[in-house]
């Protein structure tokens, strides 16, 4: 059974199978224990698997930062995709509510009923 891992030893663990760039003793090695605490060991395992050589058991060709950096631009796609999806809810509750009020402009408050708005459109 494994044993619970300090923030510490789980970055070091990161170097121990080949991930660049942790150099224990430098101002950089506290900023990437602090980076770990926040996102965690898991979380950042997850963006590594690509890197991950299973005959070696050995990760290659990635560097620590590199590795974060490719975390947080994941995290602001996701945010961008967020802000897309919510423009377009947006637009479609005023293109619904458009269409309702041609009918009554208080009829988007009773929407659940359903209408029938121009012959066969039946929202």
């Known amino acids: 059974m494994e044993h619970h891992l300090s923030y510490e030893e789980q970055l070091l663990f990161f170097k121990e199978r080949g991930m660049q760039g942790i150099e224990p003793d ?10 770990l605490k926040i996102i965690g060991y898991y979380k950042l395992k997850q963006y590594s698997y690509t890197f991950w050589n299973r005959k070696s058991l050995k990760y290659e060709e990635i560097q620590f930062n590199d590795l974060v950096k490719r975390y947080y631009r994941d995290q602001q796609l996701k945010q961008e995709i967020f802000q897309a999806i919510g423009d377009i809810e947006t637009a479609l509750n005023n293109e619904i ?13 009773d929407f659940k009923h359903g209408v ?8």
């Open 116 to 123: 029938k708005v121009k012959g066969e459109i039946n929202i």
């Open 26 to 35: 430098t101002a950089d090695f506290e900023k990437q224990l602090n980076t």
């Open 97 to 109: 509510s458009y269409i309702l009020g041609k009918k009554d402009p208080y009829l988007y408050l």
